[in-house]
């Protein structure tokens, strides 16, 4: 019978069937020629030991066995044209995938969207990143998919308790992902072949009878005896339906803003806030693999680090190894870091986030705006630093020793992020108490990682969308809204979820609350 082993190879072997099959045969003392199929099931990279290895888990079948190569297959998507309508505020993997569960469960979705399609929201990319317009319906954070779209497509997620993380990655395989991503500790599937998974999914919702409105922002909704009605469009469209899932992202300010002014119960959330810091990706292959050159066999090391710092954490947050910075602002007048590496994460440089973690005390000087503090502690930094670097989609900058040393950068080198820079010292961006905070940490971190704090670093600030600055409470078993009886407060923007795979589960958990309900 097929047999499950797990196993340590050098990198070579790792990605070669036949190196493979013979180091397998070697360890379960047979032929080769017994060897029928090794089905690598998990893989990942232990670079604790100078000699770097990855972790194997495989089955093995042997000769004589039976083995059918298993290809993913989408579940059985019937047309619900004439059923009964969920209307789904965004479309991002929380919308998005509630929709295809939906669609699953015999309901139709409405999705509507305020940005533009997938290949429309390009022109808009390239008009934030070469004339530092912003659109503030189309940008990297609103629009076909999502802010992962096209800020990265990482996959990995320490949320297994939210849900089934392998049946989001199974079904982003069916609609055209790579299936190494079942594989990988750390799945990615890149900014450059998303896009064209997010439109597959699209036309599937749409084949199935469910719509997909783009353009159409949502600025009211109809609430009857604290019952959801429908929402009111900004063409002033009104759309019905008892059930609505709000799955808008975390920087949808104005249905925030719209929560509160209708007295819909929202409270603040901590988040994390710092900055994006750009090293080359040579030195921290170097750090990590503890060599001069990776060789062909190994990937674009990441990183991850975690320290407390005067009660603090500060930590790296989405990190790109061969990667880019992306400028993400979402309104002008501000300015937003982000990251994204290409599925081949190619590029010359490697950045991340390194962020220290909020509390709501911090947010006491804008206490006036009750529930939106946080947001507003948020837009007051990044408005601050789209004054000091110039007005423009530049960015503040620092290198990294200086920024410890408080110390202004006698000069700026060109970095990944296409807007520019201008020389600042970052101390004048945050909040006192914050960047001590930094200044201190990237001192450990330099202690941990030998090499990491250097003035070869470029730090880029401010980066201050890592999660929702509120929460749109709902009901643990129901998933409804507190007060709002038929509204569910989806993803990342109501707080429930960090990233693509958590989201999408959060919008296949609502999907399912709301056709328990229907079908009762």
């Known amino acids: 019978m097929p047999r499950e082993i797990q196993t340590q190879v050098s990198p070579e072997v790792a990605h070669n069937e036949i190196l493979i099959?013979?180091?397998?045969?070697?360890?379960?003392?047979?032929s080769v020629k017994e060897i029928q199929k090794v089905i690598v099931l998990k893989r990942s990279i232990d670079a604790r030991q100078k000699a770097i290895k990855f972790n194997i888990k495989a089955t093995v079948f042997f000769t004589g066995e039976d083995f059918v190569e298993q290809k993913i297959e989408l579940p059985e998507y019937n047309n619900v044209s004439n059923s009964q309508e969920v209307i789904i505020v965004g479309a991002g993997p929380a919308g998005l995938f509630a929709a295809l569960q939906l669609?699953?469960?015999?309901?139709?979705?409405?999705?509507i969207e305020r940005g533009k399609d997938v290949r429309g929201?390009?022109?808009?990319?390239?008009?934030?990143?070469?004339?530092?317009?912003?659109?503030e319906d189309?940008?990297?954070?609103?629009?076909?998919g999502g802010a992962g779209t096209y800020s990265d497509g990482k996959l990995y997620t320490r949320s297994k308790k939210r849900g089934d993380v392998d049946r989001i990655l199974r079904l982003l395989v069916g609609f055209g992902a790579s299936d190494d991503i079942l594989v990988e500790a750390h799945p990615h599937i890149g900014t450059n072949k998303l896009p064209q998974i997010i439109q597959d999914i699209r036309e599937k919702i749409i084949e199935c009878g469910g719509q997909v409105l783009f353009e159409t922002r949502v600025i009211d909704f109809i609430i009857k005896s604290n019952e959801i009605q429908g929402i009111v469009t900004q063409?002033?469209?009104?759309?019905?339906?008892n059930k609505v899932i709000l799955a808008t992202g975390h920087s949808a300010r104005d249905i925030f803003e719209l929560l509160d002014k209708k007295k819909i119960f929202i409270e603040a959330k901590p988040f994390a806030l710092g900055v994006r810091a750009e090293h080359p990706q040579e030195l921290i292959d170097k750090?990590?693999?503890?060599c001069d050159f990776r060789g062909e066999f190994l990937p674009p090391s990441p990183y991850s680090i975690v320290k407390q710092v005067n009660g603090r954490g500060m930590y790296s947050f989405c990190m790109?190894?061969?990667?880019?910075?992306?400028p993400c602002a979402t309104s002008p007048g501000e300015v937003v870091t982000n990251g994204w590496s290409p599925s081949k994460r190619d590029q010359a440089t490697a950045n991340s986030g390194i962020v220290v973690e909020l509390k709501l005390e911090d947010f006491k000087p804008f206490a006036k705006f009750g529930a939106l503090a946080g947001m507003e502690f948020q837009k007051s930094i990044e408005q601050k630093a789209w004054h000091l670097a110039g007005s423009t989609q530049k960015v503040p900058a620092q290198r990294m020793i200086d920024f410890t040393q408080n110390k202004i950068s006698n000069s700026i080198p060109k970095t990944s992020y296409v807007p520019g820079t201008t020389s600042v010292e970052m101390g004048?961006?945050?909040p006192g108490f914050l960047s001590q905070i930094m200044r201190e940490g990237f001192k450990e971190f330099g202690k941990t990682m030998r090499g990491y704090l250097t003035n070869d670093a470029i730090l880029h600030a401010p980066e201050s969308r890592t999660s929702s600055p509120v929460r749109i409470p709902r009901d643990n078993e129901t998933l409804e809204h507190l007060q709002i009886k038929g509204l569910y407060p989806c993803g990342e923007g109501a707080g429930y979820a960090g990233g693509i795979i958590s989201a999408a589960i959060d919008g296949e958990k609502c999907a399912m609350k709301i056709a328990e309900v229907l079908k009762k």
């Open 287 to 290: 750090i990590q693999y503890s």
């Open 138 to 144: 189309s940008n990297y954070c609103f629009g076909e």
């Open 428 to 430: 004048q961006v945050f």
């Open 320 to 326: 790109c190894p061969g990667g880019v910075i992306a």
């Open 121 to 135: 929201r390009r022109r808009d990319l390239k008009a934030i990143n070469v004339d530092h317009i912003v659109n």
């Open 103 to 111: 669609i699953e469960l015999g309901l139709k979705p409405i999705v």
């Open 235 to 241: 063409n002033g469209d009104t759309i019905s339906a």
């Open 21 to 30: 099959n013979e180091h397998v045969a070697k360890i379960l003392n047979t």
